[in-house]
């Protein structure tokens, strides 16, 4: 049984920093994309950036420049680092596995979310 576990999440200032983490356990054997993507209030949710097992990178155009993904393929985890974070920023981030194969198939997972808020 596959599970996305997320953290790093929390209360932060405008201006500031965080990193979110984002573990995949379980029966394992690849994972072609990892990444993530954030819902604020009221909205849907949008993509924020992922990765490839080759580590190619994607971003939104909101966070380029600010917001940096990384992975650990050994580890099969997933970061997040938030820089020059705005109150705009503040969402619930969720941790996104693409095309992960396990014994019993290929599928598309997520975690359950971490809340980033930011503060004036």
């Known amino acids: 049984q596959v599970q996305l576990v997320e953290s790093g999440g929390g209360l932060v200032q405008a201006g500031g920093s965080l990193r979110l983490s984002c573990a995949a356990s379980g029966s394992i054997f690849s994972i072609s994309r990892m990444g993530w993507y954030r819902q604020a209030p009221g909205k849907e949710r949008e993509f924020v950036a992922d990765?490839?097992?080759?580590?190619?990178?994607e971003y939104g155009d909101s966070v380029k420049g600010r917001f940096t993904v990384s992975r650990d393929n050994a580890k099969n985890t997933v970061y997040l680092q938030l820089n020059s974070l705005e109150i705009e920023n503040t969402a619930v981030y969720y941790c996104?596995?693409?095309?992960?194969?396990?014994?019993?198939?290929?599928?598309?997972?997520w975690g359950q979310g971490t809340q980033v808020t930011v503060s004036s």
């Open positions: 996104n596995a693409m095309r992960l194969a396990t014994p019993d198939g290929v599928g598309n997972y």
């Open positions: 990765i490839d097992k080759r580590g190619r990178t």
